[in-house]
T-cell receptor, first 109, second 117 residues
């Protein structure tokens, strides 16, 4: 079993819909939780970063961490075609970063 | 804006040949990572450097892969001989000094896509 599990999708939604993405993990030592966005043929770029449990909002994006359930989520409100990408969850304890498989999202105009 | 530079962007090679990838991290970034990303999967760490020293190479297939960062700046990842299963995107990432023990942001390059025929 992988340390980080993420449903690869793909996920297709109409423009304006709410996109809901999530990951589960098994390593209780993880303290830092991140979401990276990766456009086709590009490297990942950091989208959201959260330390420990709680919520964090940045514009149309909301990240949630529930350490008791070992579950993290990313919500994208008012989704746009430009949000079409692969979203990777990532988490770390100390120096090592572990990634999920990524969920491919397509927002239809 | 400072970027992580990688080359080549694309490489096609035949199995049993040697291949090398180069990475130049953002200036001043002490920590450098090489990740391998197979299509449809998340990146997996191959090797991590702190300055010129290897911090973690536990997932590097050392019988065919080697990595170096001689002067603590740019880095080279080599595969010899290449196998069909090595086809993947090889990503380099860097992180500023003083953040290696935390979950701070990794800055990724655009990657080098390898196809082994």
């Amino acid at each position: 079993q992988k340390e980080v599990e993420q449903d690869p999708g793909p996920l297709s939604v109409p423009e304006g819909a709410i996109v809901s993405l999530n990951c589960t993990y098994s390593n209780s030592a993880f303290q830092y939780f991140m979401w990276y966005r990766q456009y086709s043929r590009k490297g990942p770029e950091l989208l959201m970063y959260t330390y420990s449990s709680g919520n964090k909002e940045d514009g149309r994006f909301t990240a949630q961490v529930d350490k008791s359930s070992k579950y993290i989520s990313l919500f994208i409100r008012d989704s746009q075609p430009s949000d079409s990408a692969t979203y990777l969850c990532a988490m770390s304890a100390e120096y090592k970063l572990s990634f999920g498989a990524g969920t491919t999202v397509t927002v239809r105009a | 804006e400072a970027e992580v530079a990688q080359s080549p962007r694309y490489k096609i090679t035949e199995k049993s040949q040697a291949v090398a990838f180069w990475c130049d991290p953002i200036s001043g970034h002490a920590t450098l990572y090489w990740y391998r990303q197979i299509l449809g999967q998340g990146p997996e760490l191959l090797v991590q450097f702190q300055d010129e020293s290897v911090v973690d190479d536990s997932q590097l297939p050392k019988d065919r892969f080697s990595a170096e960062r001689l002067k603590g700046v740019d880095s080279t990842l080599k595969i010899q001989p290449a196998e069909l299963g090595d086809s993947a995107m090889y990503l380099c990432a860097s992180r500023p000094a003083g953040t290696s023990g935390s979950g701070g942001e990794l800055f990724f390059g655009e990657g080098s896509r390898l196809t082994v025929l």
